[in-house]
């Protein structure tokens, strides 16, 4: 068994944490107060992974979630402290091999409160249609489609 690798970031209610498991299988997610355990088979070697994360600061277990995709699985770790920023995910200081920062999505929200309030309820109500068929497909959102060069001739 080995770590699933990860990127994690802060928001102002939530931390995410992004686990790059392709193709999961018996997807486990374990929140308590302060820590949670992920655990799955992912891949087509199907290897099991398993991390167990003792965090910074504490969470609401009954209102984090998470999701899974062919690609990854995400998970929403609600603060029970909004509005502390949480500078590291993990309660010792000690690197993790498997975590990185994902800079993507890392905003400095502590400035810039309305913006990351919209972008949050609209992780929230994805979040909310869990498990059923009508969850949107962000992976493609946005992008254009292109004509093949056929039909440019």
């Known amino acids: ?6 990127k994690w970031y802060d928001r102002r209610d ?3 944490v992004d686990f790059c498991v392709e193709d999961s ?3 486990k997610v374990n929140f308590e107060n302060s820590k949670f355990d992920f655990g ?3 891949g087509t070697d199907n290897i099991k992974q ?7 600061g504490e969470i609401n277990p ?11 699985v995400l998970v929403c770790l609600r603060k029970v402290e909004p509005g ?7 309660k010792d200081k000690t690197k993790c091999n498997w975590l990185s920062v994902d800079f993507n999505n890392w905003k400095d929200w502590e400035d810039d409160s309305d913006e990351d309030l919209s972008s949050f309820d609209k992780f929230s109500e994805m979040m909310n249609t869990m498990g059923r068929d009508d969850v949107p497909d962000f992976d493609g959102a946005g992008e254009e489609k292109c004509l093949p060069l056929s039909k440019y001739k």
């Open 25 to 27: 299988k018996n997807v």
């Open 84 to 90: 502390k920023a949480w500078p590291r995910l993990t």
């Open 62 to 72: 009954k209102d984090s979630k998470y999701r899974r995709t062919d690609r990854s």
């Open 1 to 6: 068994m080995s770590p699933a690798t990860a």
């Open 14 to 16: 939530a931390v995410f």
């Open 50 to 56: 398993q991390n167990t994360v003792d965090l910074f």
């Open 40 to 42: 799955c088979v992912g």
